[in-house]
């Protein structure tokens, strides 16, 4: 296959070009940096350009089946689950891996994700580098692996009985596009420093990150084959292997609630667990003390990265007297901030992922408007953009006012950038508002009186949620959603303990004589 790049004349142009010349194209499995078993390659598009970048393997059905098979036997036959001195030698060189080519993987991501290169210092590289890892290798020495519970129980003072934690077993790591890094190193973080084994199966829209991973492991680190799998496919069919196959344990999987459902189904045929990372249609609530250019400052989140945030405030509920003029100064602000390269150092709102999702993100918005919702600025696809941009798969930012909470465009989760904005009234309606929704996985409250905001907060069904610009991310805080929003925790002590089970040990101590 050609790499078709174009001339290379724009920032992100000359980022395609480096970050595809330094492509790692083949999958890991059991230990081996390998093609697909049939040769096969899908394409790896530049969301930005529309142009392609290169091939990455195309896992055949053979391939997943070898691959689950590794990790099965890198649990069952290695002392990988019992060795945590192993583990965190491991995870310790690919920690060390990964920051030597912080900047590669930076460029490589603005390439295939399309993600603006501001978001590199956050949560697509920066953040993620600093702890994800980080933090369960720490918990390889500090988490309380054994406790004993004293005599007691049926059988009296000489009855002791061990509460043990052990890991699950193979873990199914299904990773999205949006934060790629971030999700990859949150997930297969804590499920190897607790003993698990992994495959790790990234979104076909960015496997070149996941494959990096993948050499960096077989290259520079000590991993024993299968504990670590990284196995690429566009095939729905042979992804869903993962969720079907009996060796498979535990699915951990970020994406959309459908998704969510489908593997919920598929995987009860097994009993596998669970962990459902899934959408969201957050609410950011305005009371009526907060200051008005925090709440601008707020509502601009919705464009970074074009939208493409789980947890995006993406409802912004603000009281009504004050509706028409925050609605007002908001699209203004989303008037000023067009899509362009993402390479550029200033540049907010990128690409969206793939020509289908900036088709859904425009269908919505034309619904939207169909429904009756006010189109107060934004929609439709840029027509003043760069040239070397006009085949990417961009969308300007739209703003709807909306004064049925009911509506799709204010209850459906849209993954682009788009803000609707509803009136309430006082703090009760807000939190009412707020609770209206099928989801409930992020959240912010703006006030002036952190008391009142924190109460408003405490009120919200939420997983997760900020008060006056309050971060909650970080791998030791707990992360996940309520309601359709999902099932568990990524990072923290609970998303550690969720790769985990527990098995309880009774003994009798010998009689006194």
């Not at 083949?26 to 230990?31: A, K, Q, T, V, W």
């Not at 930005?48 to 290169?54: K, P």
């Not at 289908?356 to 619904?367: G, M, N």
Request: proline share 7%; hydrophobic share 45%.
């Amino acid at each position: 296959m050609s790499d078709v790049l174009g001339a290379r004349t724009a920032p992100v142009l000359e980022v395609a070009a480096r970050a595809a010349a330094r492509a790692e194209r083949r999958m890991l499995i059991d230990g081996e940096l390998r093609a697909a078993a049939d040769g096969a390659e899908f394409d790896n598009i530049a969301p930005a350009t529309g142009q392609l970048l290169g091939g990455t393997a195309a896992a055949t059905a053979a391939d997943m089946d070898r691959a689950i098979g590794a990790a099965r036997r890198a649990f069952d036959e290695t002392d990988w689950p019992t060795n945590r001195a192993l583990r965190a030698r491991c995870l310790e060189q690919l920690q060390a891996a990964l920051e030597s080519e912080k900047a590669e993987l930076g460029e490589e991501l603005i390439a295939e994700a399309g993600c603006p290169a501001m978001t590199l210092s956050n949560a697509q590289v920066e953040w993620p580098l600093a702890e994800a890892l980080r933090y369960p290798l720490r918990l390889i020495d500090e988490f309380a692996w054994e406790r004993v519970l004293p005599g007691g129980g049926l059988f009296g003072e000489r009855n002791v009985r061990t509460v043990v934690q052990e890991p699950v077993g193979v873990v199914a790591a299904i990773c999205p596009s949006n934060f790629p890094v971030e999700v990859v190193l949150n997930k297969i973080g804590p499920a190897l420093a607790a003993g698990n084994t992994v495959v790790l199966k990234p979104d076909p829209n960015t496997p070149w990150n996941a494959t990096r991973l993948g050499r960096l492991v077989a290259e520079r680190t000590d991993f024993p084959p299968g504990v670590l799998n990284v196995v690429t496919t566009p095939s729905n069919e042979v992804a869903g292997l993962l969720a079907t196959d009996p060796r498979v344990d535990l699915i951990s999987f970020t994406g959309s609630t459908a998704v969510g459902k489908h593997l919920v189904r598929t995987a009860a045929d097994t009993m596998k667990r669970t962990f459902l990372e899934l959408g969201g249609k957050s609410a950011l609530i305005v009371l009526d003390d907060a200051d008005p250019m925090a709440a601008i400052r707020s509502a601009i989140g919705v464009c970074v990265h074009a939208g493409q945030a789980c947890a995006a405030t993406s409802r912004m509920l603000v009281p009504r007297h004050l509706a028409d003029e925050i609605t007002a100064q908001v699209a203004a602000a989303y008037a000023a901030v067009p899509p362009a390269d993402p390479a550029l150092p200033d540049t907010l709102v990128g690409p969206l992922i793939s020509a289908a999702q900036q088709r859904r993100v425009l269908d919505a918005i034309e619904r939207g408007v169909r429904d009756g919702a006010l189109l107060v600025t934004g929609g439709g696809i840029p027509d003043d953009i760069a040239p070397h941009l006009r085949d990417g798969f961009f969308v300007r930012p739209a703003v709807f006012a909306v004064a049925d909470n009911t509506l799709p465009i204010a209850r459906d989760e849209i993954f682009g950038p788009v803000l609707v904005v509803i009136p309430h009234d006082g703090d009760d309606d807000a939190v009412r508002l707020a609770n209206d929704s099928d989801y409930g996985l992020a959240g912010a409250v703006l006030s002036s009186s952190p008391e009142r905001g924190m109460a408003v907060a405490r009120r919200v069904r939420t997983g997760a949620i900020g008060v006056n610009g309050g971060m909650f991310y970080g791998a030791d805080a707990p992360f996940g959603g309520v309601k359709q929003s999902g099932l568990g925790r990524q990072c923290g002590l609970e998303g550690f303990q969720q790769y985990l089970e527990t098995k309880t040990i009774g003994t009798r101590s010998p009689r006194p004589r």
